[in-house]
C-alpha cells in the first residue's frame, strides 16, 4: 500500500455543552489570575490524528462514536485531509 | 458461592478481592483473565480498580473492549451479579451495563481517603444486610469518580431506586461539603434497572477488616451472599 493511498484524519473531542469541564474551570481560573479577564470560557477536550489506509470518513465517524468519544460527555468534530 | 474476580492488564486490586473473598468470606474464588470468555460456574463477577490499560483515552474505554467483557454482558443478561469496584465501575460505564459517565473529579485532585456513605436502597442484592439510611465508612481512591447523567435519567434512576450510595457526612447528611469529586447528586453507587449490576466508587474490600480500620465493606460483601442464599 502505497503512501498515497493514507489518509490523515483531525479528530477534535470535546465536553458537551452543558457538562462540566473540571480542567476547563481550572485553567479558566488560572488564566483569570494572571490578568487575562477577557477569558470567559475554557473548555479543554483531546486532539487525536489517525493515519488511515483507504480511508472512509464513514468509518473514522464510526470510531469515534464506538471508541474515541463518549457520547454521553463528549462531541467530536472530524476534519480530513488527502494523504 | 463461587466468585469470579476479572483481571485486566493495569487492574491493581484483584488480589486485595481474591483475599477478602477467600479469607475473609470463606467462598470459592478465582481469577478471570480478560483473554477468557468461559464464565461457567461462576455466580458472581467482580470487576476491580486499578488503571486498566493505563486509563488511556478514558477510564474504562478500552478495557469494555476486552475479549471477557462479550461474556459479562451475557452473563448480566441472565440475571448473574456482577459488582464493579472504582476502575471496574468506569469499565461498567463505558460498556453501558450502567448508565451516565465519569468525569474528572471537580477538585482535579486524586483523592484517597475513607468517605461516610448513606444507603439509599437495601432492596437490593447489594445492600440487603445494611439498614436503609444506615451510613458505611469506607474509603475511596480515584481521580475519576465525578458522575454524571442527564437530569431526567437522574431523575428515573431516582424514582427506581437504582441510587443506592451517597456521599454524606458522619451523620448521613447529604451536603455538597460531604461529596469528595462532584457528583452528581453525591452519587457514589448505582445499579442498573434488573439491580443485578452494581457500580461503586468506594473499596469495600479495603473495609473488610478490623485491621484496616473498618468493616463496612463487609455489608456489600454479605448481602451478595445473602441474595445468593449462602
Redesign the interface.
Known amino acids: 500500500m502505497s503512501e498515497a493511498d493514507q489518509r490523515r484524519f483531525s479528530i477534535f473531542v470535546s465536553p458537551l455543552r452543558g457538562v462540566l469541564d473540571p480542567q476547563g474551570q481550572a485553567a479558566l481560573g488560572a488564566l483569570h489570575s494572571l490578568g487575562y479577564d477577557e477569558v470567559e470560557d475554557v473548555r479543554i477536550g483531546k486532539y487525536i490524528v489517525l493515519t488511515v489506509r483507504g480511508g472512509s470518513e464513514e468509518r473514522v465517524r464510526e470510531m469515534c462514536e464506538k471508541l474515541l468519544a463518549n457520547p454521553i460527555i463528549e462531541d467530536y468534530r472530524i476534519e480530513s485531509e488527502s494523504g | 458461592m463461587r466468585f469470579g474476580v476479572i483481571v485486566f492488564p493495569g487492574s491493581n486490586c484483584e488480589m486485595d478481592c481474591h483475599y477478602v473473598i477467600e479469607k475473609v468470606l470463606g467462598q470459592e474464588v478465582r481469577y478471570v483473565w480478560h483473554q477468557e470468555s468461559d464464565l461457567r460456574g461462576l455466580d458472581c463477577l467482580v470487576l476491580p480498580g486499578g488503571f486498566s490499560y493505563g486509563d488511556y483515552?478514558?477510564c474504562g474505554?478500552?478495557a469494555r473492549?476486552s475479549p471477557v467483557m462479550e461474556a459479562v454482558r451475557d452473563f448480566a443478561a441472565r440475571g448473574g451479579l456482577v459488582i464493579g469496584i472504582c476502575n471496574g465501575f468506569q469499565i461498567l460505564l463505558?460498556a453501558g451495563l450502567l448508565p451516565?459517565?465519569m468525569?474528572?473529579?471537580?477538585?482535579?485532585s486524586f483523592v484517597c481517603r475513607f468517605v461516610h456513605l448513606r444507603v439509599e436502597n437495601r432492596d437490593t442484592p447489594w445492600t440487603g444486610k445494611a439498614e436503609r439510611g444506615q451510613v458505611l465508612r469506607i474509603p475511596i481512591a480515584h481521580g475519576e469518580g465525578?458522575y454524571?447523567?442527564g437530569e431526567g435519567l437522574l431523575d428515573e434512576m431516582e424514582r427506581r431506586g437504582q441510587i443506592i450510595l451517597r456521599y454524606c457526612g458522619p451523620a448521613g447528611e447529604v451536603t455538597p461539603e460531604a461529596n469528595p469529586n462532584?457528583s452528581a447528586r453525591n452519587i457514589a453507587g448505582i445499579c442498573n434497572e434488573g439491580f443485578n449490576v452494581f457500580g461503586l466508587m468506594p473499596h469495600p474490600e479495603r473495609a473488610s477488616e478490623e485491621i484496616l480500620g473498618s468493616t463496612d465493606g463487609l455489608f456489600i460483601w454479605e448481602s451478595a451472599l445473602a441474595a445468593a442464599g449462602v
Open positions: 483515552l478514558r474505554a478500552i473492549f463505558e451516565g459517565a468525569l474528572r473529579n471537580n477538585s482535579l465525578n454524571t447523567a462532584g
